[in-house]
T-cell receptor
């Protein structure tokens, strides 16, 4: 049981390049999330998917797109990378059903640098 | 949206002493309050959580207390050990903004001095 798996672990991009961060979970969770973490800023929600087939914007969605490919996989795409997108990106999942809240399970993160 | 603030930003304690981190939240409709621990270079991991129908929850050396009237909740770590050194994040979730859409505080660095 691997939990939440993110790839790649590290990535360096030049301004304007595109890339997709991959995330998969094997816990049969309904909800999946993408956060970015910057020094002194905590964790900020980029996009989330409450269930398969749905996606919604979070706190900082500009410059990103997401795809909930199936129940297991949730990808984050940067179409034209900017230096401001240099960050550590965490994918997370939660069981989340109905009106209840459940803990987030995080992946190990992707450290992205845009030059 | 929900606004969560943590105080103090950095806390240094002697090994064996207690550490207390306090968070305040803005939305009275918030009903779920987890705490995450993040060691250097690692992912955040849940250490304890509390729901709005409970005032206190304890798990071995850690406990969380919730004051809904004052809109604050606190993490208490007793008998601190060097392995407790980490960044601790509090979060709050309000049904008003979507279930399980957590708003995180900016984190507290806890340093346990041996």
């Amino acid at each position: 049981n691997a939990g939440v798996t993110q790839t790649p672990k590290f990535q360096v991009l030049k301004t304007g390049q595109s890339m997709t961060l991959q995330c998969a979970q094997d816990m049969n969770h309904n909800s999946m999330y993408w956060y970015r973490q910057d020094p002194g800023m905590g964790l900020r929600l980029i996009y989330y998917s409450a269930s398969e087939g749905t996606t919604d914007k979070g706190e900082v969605p500009n410059g990103y797109n997401v795809s909930r490919l199936n129940k297991r996989e949730f990808s984050l795409r940067l179409e034209s990378a900017a230096p401001s997108q240099t960050s550590v990106y965490f994918c997370a999942s939660s069981e989340q059903q109905g009106n209840g809240n459940s803990p987030l399970h995080f992946g190990n993160g992707t450290r992205l640098t845009v030059t | 949206g929900e606004n969560v603030e943590q105080h103090p930003s950095t806390l240094s304690v002697q090994e064996g002493d207690s550490a207390v981190i306090k968070c305040t939240y803005s939305d009275s409709a918030s009903n779920y309050f987890p705490w995450y621990k993040q060691e250097l270079g690692k992912r955040p991991q849940l250490i304890i959580d509390i729901r709005s129908n409970v005032g206190e929850k304890k798990d071995q050396r850690i406990a969380v207390t919730l004051n809904k009237t004052a809109k604050h909740f606190s993490l208490h770590i007793t008998e601190t050990q060097p392995e407790d050194s980490a960044v601790y994040f509090c979060a709050a979730s309000s049904i008003r903004y979507g279930n399980n859409r957590l708003a995180f505080g900016k984190g507290n660095q806890v340093v346990v001095i041996p």
